[in-house]
């Protein structure tokens, strides 16, 4: 992808309950930053004549549909595939291409109009759950990992998700530790703190991110 010093695709990954929402809030608020979430991305594409629909409905048939809307009832797609790591897979596997394209394609879109613009910069965000392991690297400048403690991320699914005390934990012990995140990123950005703290952390990423990857 051609490069543009003042155009730059900055990936946001973490895990779950990190506070990766709350940092794209401060990005698009405070930084005017262009947001796109790959799950949001991913509902879109399957929808009622979206690209993966059909696809989804032809590997999974009929029982996944609502029968009102026919739309697919994701609840029940996730419960299908959670319980089968092989149709998980095949799920992911029509989905994420998909996705990828999209987010490839709105990014050319944005760069063209970026460069007919007077903006001297722009700020194109991606958050991903799997950002590292759909070799997203290939697409930003940049990837950001989003860090708070287990006990933190814990309290915030519990009081935020209404869910368990042990379900918040099976999530987190499922997901990658620290160590992987960090080695497989170019920042990190601790989100235990306060607001204010948690601005100033991503506003000097992204100086730092404008001034060096170039």
């Known amino acids: 992808m051609m490069q543009n010093k003042n155009f730059k695709v900055i990936g946001i990954t973490g895990g779950i309950g990190a506070g990766k929402s709350l ?3 401060i990005l698009q608020k405070e930084f005017y930053a262009h947001i796109i979430e790959a799950d949001r991305v ?3 594409l399957m929808k009622k004549g979206g690209l993966a629909y059909q696809e ?3 590997s999974f048939g009929n029982k996944i549909l609502d029968k009102d809307t026919g739309e697919i009832d994701r ?3 996730g419960s299908l595939v959670m319980q089968d790591s092989k149709k998980l ?3 992911n596997n029509i989905v994420h291409p998909l996705v990828k394209k999209w987010i490839l394609d709105d990014i050319d879109i944005c760069k063209k109009a970026f460069i007919e613009s007077d903006e001297d910069k722009f700020i194109y965000v991606i958050e991903a759950a799997l950002l590292i392991q759909d070799n ?3 697409i930003c400048d940049e990837l950001w990992y989003i860090h708070s403690s287990v006990d933190t991320r814990i309290s915030r699914l ?3 998700r209404g869910i368990t005390l042990e379900r918040a934990s099976e999530f987190i012990k499922n997901q990658p530790g620290a160590e992987y995140y960090e080695s497989n990123t170019n920042r990190k950005i601790d989100n235990d703190g306060q607001v204010d703290q948690l601005i100033k952390q ?3 990423c992204l100086s730092e991110c404008y001034n060096f990857c170039v």
């Open 89 to 91: 897979e095949k799920l």
């Open 23 to 25: 940092v794209l809030s």
């Open 56 to 58: 989804i409905l032809d």
């Open 202 to 204: 991503v506003e000097k």
């Open 136 to 138: 997203y690297g290939l």
């Open 158 to 160: 519990v009081e935020k």
């Open 75 to 77: 609840k029940v797609l």
């Open 42 to 44: 991913a509902h879109i």
